[in-house]
């Protein structure tokens, strides 16, 4: 990977960290993964930051679920749900494939460069 990917990902990477909507395994995917860049670790590290990343991302259709499920609903509250719900219909419609959290928005990013990330 060269020098201005790794920064592009360690960039992301820490605001992923930052992101209150990011989950502890993807957070810790992504401490591992920076702790690795630039060592002889580095290619390992981003095979399993990857394979994370793609499990963890939310699709817009998938937020749309969760936001008008019973789980979403205890999550964010009833009219909060109605409104995350709402808003992935319109940027769906906009669109999205995925959601639009500080999180997922940060996943997105790094996975559009997976491929200069895997060279």
């Not at 592009?8 to 957070?27: Q, W």
């Not at 992504?30 to 002889?40: H, Q």
């Not at 817009?60 to 964010?76: H, M, N, P, R, T």
Request: glycine share 6%.
């Amino acid at each position: 990977m060269n020098q201005e990917v790794r920064d592009f990902v360690v960039e992301k990477s820490k605001e992923l960290i930052a992101a209150p909507t990011c989950c502890g395994e993807l957070r810790e995917a992504a401490r591992a993964w920076l702790a690795a860049a630039g060592t002889e670790k580095e290619a390992a590290e981003t095979e399993k930051y990857l394979a994370e990343l793609e499990a963890d991302i939310v699709t817009v259709d998938g937020l749309i679920a969760f936001a008008e499920s019973e789980g979403g609903k205890k999550v964010f509250g009833e009219e909060k749900a109605k409104e995350v719900a709402a808003h992935a219909r319109e940027i769906k419609g906009q669109g999205a494939l995925y959601c639009d959290c500080p999180a997922c928005a940060a996943v997105e990013a790094i996975l559009a460069r997976k491929e200069q990330m895997t060279v």
